[in-house]
Each structure stands twice: as structure tokens, then as C-alpha cells.
């Protein structure tokens, strides 16, 4: 059974880098797209990144100078890198199974940039 | 930005009642449209894909129809786990959400 789990710190100060790993299991990195999409505390989502090993990739425009993703197969998670975060980065963040799709979530984790 | 608009931003329903959530592109989208379920505390799940595919496991009273750019999900006799957060995506172009329409108990 595919399971997928967030973690990194909760709270980044302005200015600086958010990391986040997501770390999978039940299934091969290798065999699928992988995403990551945010939700922040009025609701609304926002598509961040997707990634396939084999190179294919693709970031929201509105993030593309800040946003990171890659994988690491021997590891068989993904991550998430989004650097000069400020309030407007506080969001829930998910990651997952899925190009354009999320077939499958994990359970998200919040990060808080203060103001 | 291809925007999704939602109507209505909530729909009050009693159990058994068929419901209709309907979800506007503001270009066209062909039936590049997903509609997701989302419970407090919980992650979105797919629901819908393709306009009107269901995804694994999802019961057959969710349907979802449209193309271009109106789109509607229909829940049949609603159940009492169907009380949730519902939202629309379109990926034509990257992939943007509707801000959400809620079902609560009437």
C-alpha cells in the first residue's frame, strides 16, 4: 500500500530556505510522477512542482525562480526546496503520486513564516 | 492562469439528497478536469479525473460530466461521509484549483 509522509521544520524565518522530504513507501520512486502542491489557510491550493526520475519536470511559473524538486531513488524519497520564503509561503504543504493528477497524498505538514 | 470558478461556494443538503456542483473554466480546458473530496484534517482525494473518470475506488454514485469549460460533479443519494470540502482542478495548462464549494448538513 503506497504511503507518503512530509516532514522538514515548521517554522522558517523570512528570507530564508524551506526544505522539505517527502518520504515514500509501497512503491518504487522510480515508477511514477511526483508532486508537490500547498494549500494555504484560506483553502485554496496551488500547485508547486512535479518530477519523474527520468528527468521530466516542471514548476508553477509563478514559483519557477524559488522552487526546487528533485529525487533521490537510493533513498526512494523526493524533496522540496523553496528559497526567500515570506508569510505568503505559510501553507500546508503535500506531497504527491501524480503529474497533473494526485492519486495519492500524504498527510501534509504545515510551515509557518512569521511575519 | 486558466481560472476555476466554483458555484456555489455552499450547498446545504440532507442524506439521500442528489447534489450538483458545478465548476466553470475561464477557457477552454477540453476534459482536462479532476474534482477532489477533501475531509478537516485530512489531504484531498481524487475523486474524479478525465471529466468524468472515476478514480480507483471511488463509489459510483460520484459522477462528473463537462468539457471545455463548464463542468459539473454529481453526488447521487448522499451519504453522511460525503459531508466535506469539494474542489475542481483543470490541467490543461499547469494546473490550477477552484476555491472550493462546501456540502454541509442542511
Redesign the interface.
Known sequence: QLQLKESGPGLVKPSETLSLVCSVSGASINDYYWSWVRQFPG?????IAYMHHSGGA?Y???LRSRVTMSLDASRNEFSLKLTSVTAADTAVY?C?R?M????Y????TLVSVPS | EILMTQSPATLSVSPGDRVTLSCRASQSVGTSVAWYQQKPGQPPRLLIHGSSIRATGVPARFGGSGSATQFTLTINNLQSEDFALYYCQQYNDWMTFGQGTKVEVK
Open positions: 483553502k485554496t491550493l496551488e500547485w516542471d508553477n511559473p509563478s503535500y504527491a501524480g497533473v493528477t494526485g492519486h497524498w500524504g498527510p501534509g
